[in-house]
């Protein structure tokens, strides 16, 4: 069925054919239509499934908690400072290793308030043990919602996925998606058939103390849970592809990369912007590629190293900074090449606090990289540096 | 020292399936200072029952209040409750 539609729409459209059984969620600010979609769609019996809106996010995670310790499919959206109040438990619900599926809208950090784009929110819950995954469109939006719950659900994993996507550029724009059909998505996604549960009939205590001797053990086999959730990513990216027909990139998607010298990595609707960037700095006779990652965490070591081999400049992305070192994206970009690439790895932060990035401010900006005019490995392509300079080269912000 | 279990071996994220299982762990070794009821002075009226936060306190046949002394933490509320002075602490190590 094609719609056309908000993403934060489609994403209830993809709850109801995943059949998710529990939806928990905070209906207020920084809320978004997730929520406000998925109880019309109860409401008006398109969807069978419990909604328990509850008094705050951190409520939302411990009912989620709750209700996936019971056994059934289990669902949750919030955003920004709503993503910040679960903080604890999402450790808990990675931590027990309940499989569940979460959106997170991308949002800026207060103070000062602000409900514009950037990824410091979902960044800043990177070590919770949840896997992240980043789309770039209204139909990828869809369909990893569909796949998250296959990665979450695989034995191999049984961790949280967080789907993460950007606001305002995704959240509330309209595009045309292609909805799968219901028989196509449960050939995809069997029932979820969990391998415990809280039961009246089988008492049993879980997240309960565990001592020195057995903790890290058990912090061990989440480890071992991101690293197969890898091959989990790709499978069932290769599945949905054999049954569904669309493909979107396992952990990442790649754009021009195998004859290209120099590389564009970035996550989400900037990649999108970047893949512009790319083909016209391939107009101008720069062999440029993207990688756009998909998966932040597992994230993609090997393949970012084998991407990188042999390439002369990469160009990392950042719409959030880890103040005191730089760009997330970037770091980890630069750890995985370790030992493997001798390319220069540039990082350029920038679309802060749903600053507008457009695809000539990355074209300009790569193409400085490129000649080796960059001093610094650390830049800020559109930030105002004096009252004169306008922010980039589309004059964003006049002059007053 | 009992050998471990390797990481794999151990119940998936430490769930514990057989319940009730917390009786076999025994706080009483984590006590410093141990109870003692002085039956001369004991008048049997089990306010030491009544405020052990452990439940480690029960009634022995003669209807005095006895310590079990497998949970009992020593901290020592039933010593300070008692109005009668029967209960004293006395060091572990002595």
């Known amino acids: 069925m094609k719609l056309v539609d908000i993403a934060n729409h489609v994403v209830a459209h993809a709850v109801r054919l995943a059949r998710v059984d529990v939806v928990s969620a905070y209906p207020i600010t920084p809320q978004t239509q997730v929520i406000e979609e998925i109880s019309r769609l109860i409401d008006e019996g398109l969807m069978d499934c419990e909604y328990i809106p509850v008094e705050s996010e951190h409520s939302a995670m411990a009912a989620l908690i709750g209700a996936a310790a019971t056994g059934v499919r289990a669902f949750s959206a919030t955003s920004a400072h709503g993503l910040a109040y679960m903080h604890e438990l999402l450790h808990w619900a990675a931590g027990i290793r309940l499989p569940m599926v979460m959106v997170n809208v991308n949002r800026a950090m207060g103070p000062g308030w602000n409900i514009w784009c950037d990824h410091q929110d979902s960044i800043a819950q990177r070590d919770t043990g949840w896997v992240q995954l980043y789309c770039a469109s209204h139909q990828e939006i869809a369909d990893t919602v569909i796949q998250a719950f296959r990665i979450s659900e695989d034995p191999r994993v049984i961790l949280p996925v967080m789907v993460n996507y950007d606001a305002f550029f995704l959240s509330h724009s309209y595009m045309q998606v292609d909805l799968p059909e219901q028989e196509d998505v449960d050939r995809f996604l069997p029932p979820f058939r969990t391998s415990w549960k809280l039961d009246l009939e089988h008492p049993l205590t879980h997240g309960s103390v565990i001592y020195p001797d057995d903790y890290e053990e058990v912090r061990f086999s989440m480890q071992q849970a991101q690293d197969n959730a890898r091959e989990v990513i790709r499978v069932a990216a290769e599945e949905y592809r054999e049954i569904i027909g669309r493909y979107h990139g396992d952990l990442l998607d790649r754009h021009l990369v195998n004859d290209a010298d120099h590389l564009i990595v970035a996550m989400g609707s900037i990649a ?84 507008d990035v457009t695809y000539k401010v990355i074209a300009k900006a790569t193409e400085e990289a490129i000649k080796g005019k960059l001093r610094k490995p650390i830049n800020w392509p559109t930030l105002r540096l004096n009252e004169h300079h306008l922010i980039s080269v589309e004059g964003m912000v006049k002059k007053r | 020292m009992a050998e471990l279990p390797a990481w794999k071996n151990i119940n998936f994220a430490c769930i514990v399936f057989e319940p009730g299982n917390a009786r076999e762990y025994l706080t009483g070794d984590w006590r410093s200072l141990r109870p003692e009821r002085d039956d001369s002075k004991c008048v049997k009226c089990g306010e030491c029952w009544m405020y052990c936060p452990d439940a480690a ?24 409750e008692c109005a009668h002075g029967a209960i004293v602490m006395v060091e572990e190590c002595e």
């Open chain 2, 57 to 80: 306190i029960y009634q022995d046949e003669r209807g005095f209040y006895a310590v079990d002394y497998d949970y009992c933490k020593g901290c020592g509320i039933c010593a300070k």
């Open chain 1, 272 to 355: 999108s912007e970047s893949r512009v960037a790319v083909d016209q700095l391939r107009e101008k006779g720069y062999p440029v590629g993207l990688a756009r990652v998909r998966s932040f965490r597992p994230f993609p070591v090997e393949e970012i190293a084998a991407l990188l081999k042999g390439k002369k400049t990469v160009v990392v992305l950042d719409k959030d900074v880890s103040f005191g070192i730089g760009g997330a994206l970037y770091t980890e970009v630069k750890s995985s090449a370790y030992g493997k690439s001798q390319a220069q790895i540039y990082n350029f932060i920038t679309g802060l606090g749903g600053r």
